[in-house]
């Protein structure tokens, strides 16, 4: 059973490594974890300027999604799921709080700029592709730049 709440000013670390493990599934290598690790760690005044929800299992933290809100625009900042729990609807639960919390605080639609391995489940979710952005954290790499409508 999953259930869903906000997340604790003092688990940032937990979540933070909650990311990175989650990350690692795609099989990347250490140099690329290494270079992700800046862009996946969450700190204090993440609550504060974002929205985050944690998944839960028997009380143990199984996921989180992070979604920030400027005016109409959402984007989807992070969601990431614990790999012994990949495919068991916890994304699906997580990405349907975004969607609901983003529409709740005036969003029209939601960005997302997704992992490859990732971009599947979005569209899945009913995103659409638009393009390519360029990742944040590996120079030259290229993401799927997806979009939610959040409205109708
Ligand atoms: C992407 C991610 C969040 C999906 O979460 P999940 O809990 O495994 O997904 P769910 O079990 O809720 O799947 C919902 C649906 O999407 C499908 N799906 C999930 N992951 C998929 C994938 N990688 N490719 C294609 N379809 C996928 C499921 O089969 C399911 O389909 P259904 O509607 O037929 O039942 C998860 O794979 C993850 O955390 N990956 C590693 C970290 C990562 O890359 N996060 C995204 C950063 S942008």
Redesign the pocket.
Known sequence: MIRLRDARPNEFQSLSAL?LR??A??GYDDAFMLACRSELTLCADDLKSTNVQVAERDAIAV?LAQVKVIDTDAD?L??????A???????????AWATTRARSLGAVRMS????P?????????GARHLGFARSKSIPGRM?PRLQMELTG
């Open positions: 990311c989650s990350k599934v795609w996921g989807l992070k969601l990431f799921v614990e790999p729990l990949l495919r068991s609807g916890v994304g699906r639960l997580l990405f997302i700029e997704a992992d391995g990732a971009a599947p489940f979005y569209e899945r979710m993401l």
